[in-house]
């Protein structure tokens, strides 16, 4: 971890507790922690040890806590101790302790907040993979968001991240496109036929209307003429039989949707380090491997499923069919395997997937889902639990649904797109870094309201104006600081030897705590797996920047730039720069650019 004064301290209290309660058992110590106060008026930080410690060591909370507060007291850099509540013990550090702060973020810059927390784990992140059925859309932006900064987050704590999409190009959805782009081709190349006709034919009807396709047919017709179709008497193209354009068609469209949807991620900062093709995650027999390991572990029967509770479906019948056993691993119910084609279902074709990512070295696998998918959550974890022997953890993070608004109103669906709102029409309504920083404003599965005319308001009810001013201001105090020529050197490496003593006021200090929490920020956010907290923090170090901004209104003691006071200047200059910093390193998670200047 970069320097952070709140895993130093922790290691005191640590040693304490060790010293005081040599036999407390290490999943024990793990629990203990050492976090920011609510109130400053408290202290710099609180630790819960008395508490976690006394029932293993059979005392009152009260009697631990004074005992921590006789030891702490004598720890070098603690200006006061005190216990409260129920068993808490608060600290006070002396004020040189987290003045120090600041030399140490100028020395790192942006890695500072870099942990080893994730001891270089193999951590796949799977996100997005949309079915390359069409445009990216909003109901996909904030899976992609969120797994993104998810990814990046679990990197800066030390994970070794692997960034995933799965294409799901094997399924009825994109057979459905393969015949929406045929419909297009012929229409391209002059058909008579009518829509009505051609959708009669095809199976489920013509599931992809919207004009996306129109360019998948025309190229389609370039490259191919008549070949792939039959003609009537005047020679106008007719369908051909599906054997004959299918797989050529198929492949062409996911083609283009594949190239398309990459187009659009890339507008939105999204690049990920692995495409895996369900199609050939199939062909080269992965999903039978694992569906076979899973049979060889006398994990799958023969038999008949309870009908679903609640309103039967349509297409539900009773029959003998193959089952994995998913209920020893913590299921609801058991789970087929084959469809009544023989073909097999989704779950087993993303049991082979998922067997695929540990056959490629992942040591723990994230899914980012759409709150849609919840339901398949324990079945997707009991089959990890089988395949890899409960060796390789699953965890997935839900994403729930966004809503677009404008005056209050939900937004009119997309033409282009044919029945949604396309993620391109977002980003070119209000930047790619509104979306991302608005989209991390809620925890992932809370369902979200995204105002388009609030993220682009600069008012400071919008969290990205809000915190891309707080960058803006430090870089022009810094700016002005170096076009006045009379504060010395004013880059990072140069302000890291400021003398820092003048740096006393409360609005400074409170600045200064904010900055030191940080490290302990990050990798807390990333054992979570809650990137919005990121946002959260972010919000509140421009706060504390903006309100000494306010002070310096009033206090003329309180200016950044006082040229009569050249060291007191370099100080807080000092403070400006490593708020820019961290608000950087903030921001480079998020995916979001910082601001040098507000226009």
């Known amino acids: 971890m970069s320097d952070c004064v709140f895993q130093r301290y922790r290691q005191h209290v640590l040693a304490i507790v060790q010293e005081l309660l040599p036999n407390v058992p290490e999943e024990t110590l793990a629990r203990v922690e050492l976090t920011p106060t609510r109130d400053p008026a408290h202290g710099d930080m609180a630790t819960n040890a008395a508490l976690l410690l006394a029932k293993v060591a059979r005392r009152k909370p009260s009697d631990i806590a004074a005992d921590l507060v006789a030891a702490l007291q004598k720890v070098d850099g603690v200006a006061s101790v005190a216990a409260a509540g129920p068993g808490f013990v608060n600290i006070t550090l002396k004020p040189d302790v987290m003045r120090r702060v600041l030399p140490a973020v100028l020395r790192a810059g942006e890695a500072y907040g870099a942990s080893q927390a994730g001891k270089g784990l193999r951590v796949n992140v799977e996100y997005v993979s949309a079915n390359p059925t069409g445009p990216m859309h909003v109901g996909h932006c904030r899976g992609a968001v969120v797994g993104d900064a998810l990814a990046n987050l679990m990197a800066k704590a030390g994970f070794a991240v692997t960034k995933e999409f799965y294409i799901n190009d094997a399924g009825a959805q994109v057979k459905a496109l393969a015949w929406a782009a045929y419909w297009r081709y012929l229409q391209a190349l002059g058909t008579k036929m009518t829509q009505d006709d051609f959708s009669a034919l095809a199976p489920g009807g013509l599931q992809y209307q919207g004009e996306y396709l129109i360019p998948v047919g025309m190229e389609l017709a370039a490259e191919y003429g008549n070949k792939l179709t039959e003609t009537d008497a005047d020679g106008a193209p007719l369908p051909a039989p599906e054997a004959t354009w299918l797989e050529t068609v198929r492949g062409f469209a996911v083609a283009h949707m594949l190239t398309a949807i990459k187009e659009d991620l890339a507008a939105l900062g999204v690049h990920h380090d692995v495409f895996t093709s369900e199609a050939e995650v199939l062909r080269r027999g992965v999903t039978d491997a694992a569906i076979s390991k899973l049979e060889q572990q006398g994990l799958l029967y023969e038999g008949v499923l309870e009908p679903p509770k609640g309103k039967l479906p349509e297409d539900w019948e009773e029959r003998e069919q193959l089952l994995f056993r998913s209920t020893q ?271």
């Open 329 to 599: 691993f913590g299921d609801d119910v058991d789970r087929p395997l084959r469809k009544s084609d023989g073909t097999n279902t989704y779950f087993a074709n993303d049991i082979g997937y998922h067997a695929d990512k540990v056959a490629r070295g992942a040591q723990m696998m994230i899914d980012v889902w759409g709150a849609d998918h919840g339901g398949y959550v324990k079945r997707m974890k009991a089959a990890v639990k089988a395949i890899t022997g409960d060796t390789v953890p699953l965890e997935v993070v839900l994403c729930q649904i966004v809503h677009i608004l404008r005056d209050g109103q939900p937004v009119k669906m997309s033409k282009r797109a044919g029945t949604f709102v396309t993620l391109r029409d977002l980003i070119d309504e209000v930047g790619r870094d509104a979306v991302r920083f608005t989209m991390l404003t809620r925890k992932s599965d809370a369902q979200m309201e995204f105002d388009l005319d609030l993220v682009v308001a600069q008012q400071r009810d919008n969290p990205v104006f809000y915190v891309q001013y707080a960058h803006a201001r430090c870089r022009s105090v810094l700016r002005a600081a170096a076009e006045a020529a009379v504060y010395g050197d004013t880059d990072d490496a140069a302000l890291a030897s400021a003398s820092l003593e003048s740096l006393t006021s409360d609005a400074e200090m409170a600045l200064i705590r904010r900055l030191a929490e940080w490290p302990r920020m990050v990798e807390a956010a990333a054992l979570a797996r809650e990137p919005h907290r990121v946002a959260f923090y972010l919000a509140d170090v421009a706060g504390d920047f903006h309100a000494l901004w306010n002070r310096g209104r009033d206090d003329a003691s309180l200016r950044f730039l006082q040229p009569d006071a050249v060291e007191a200047t370099r100080a807080r200059l000092a403070l400006v720069a490593a708020t820019a910093v961290v608000i950087r390193s903030g921001l480079a998670i998020m995916g979001v650019e910082p601001v040098e200047e507000m226009r």
